[in-house]
């Protein structure tokens, strides 16, 4: 099995979803893989005090956290949250960008993963069943 740094990606420049992300990191929880090799980490842009409260008393020994004040983009924070793990000593095969409107509902999704997982390819992505963001953009479309 590989060690898979999975991490959640979070956003309240414009709306608050506490409780989203309250479910949504409990899916992770909830996978059939070994607890021994992941590592949830949610990395969040412009994060109210009242998130960052309510999810460190939630997961306060699950989960490393990684806030951002500046407005980067999503794809920045990943990496720059690959950056701060690797320099605090913790070591992973893979690292995984989840979304935060991505919910697990499937228990196998990081058994899976590891399946296709290879060193032949640099990037692996799945479709998700539902997107919000896609679904904001197609509904903009239509108006």
Same mark, same amino acid.
């Given at each position: 099995?590989?060690?898979?740094?999975?991490?959640?990606?979070?956003?309240?420049?414009? %709306? *608050?979803?506490?409780?989203?992300?309250?479910? =949504?990191?409990? #899916?992770?929880?909830?996978?059939? @893989?070994?607890? $021994?090799?992941?590592?949830?980490?949610?990395?969040?842009?412009?994060?109210?005090?009242?998130?960052?409260?309510?999810?460190?008393?939630?997961?306060?020994?699950?989960?490393?956290?990684?806030?951002?004040?500046?407005?980067?983009?999503?794809?920045?924070?990943? %990496? *720059?949250?690959?950056?701060?793990?690797?320099? =605090?000593?913790? #070591?992973?095969?893979?690292?995984? @960008?989840?979304? $935060?409107?991505?919910?697990?509902?499937?228990?196998?999704?990081?058994?899976?993963?590891?399946?296709?997982?290879?060193?032949?390819?640099?990037?692996?992505?799945?479709?998700?069943?539902?997107?919000?963001?896609?679904?904001?953009?197609?509904?903009?479309?239509?108006?």
């Amino acid at each position: 099995m590989k060690n898979i740094a999975v991490i959640y990606n979070i956003c309240e420049l414009r %709306n *608050k979803n506490t409780q989203m992300y309250k479910s =949504h990191l409990e #899916s992770l929880f909830s996978q059939n @893989y070994p607890n $021994s090799n992941y590592k949830i980490i949610v990395s969040g842009v412009g994060v109210t005090n009242d998130t960052r409260d309510v999810l460190k008393t939630e997961f306060k020994n699950n989960i490393n956290f990684v806030f951002y004040n500046d407005p980067y983009k999503s794809a920045l924070t990943f %990496n *720059k949250t690959i950056d701060v793990i690797n320099e =605090h000593g913790f #070591s992973f095969d893979e690292y995984m @960008y989840i979304a $935060s409107d991505v919910n697990m509902t499937n228990k196998n999704c990081f058994e899976k993963i590891n399946s296709y997982s290879s060193d032949e390819y640099g990037i692996i992505q799945f479709q998700v069943d539902r997107d919000c963001g896609l679904r904001s953009v197609n509904e903009e479309m239509y108006d």
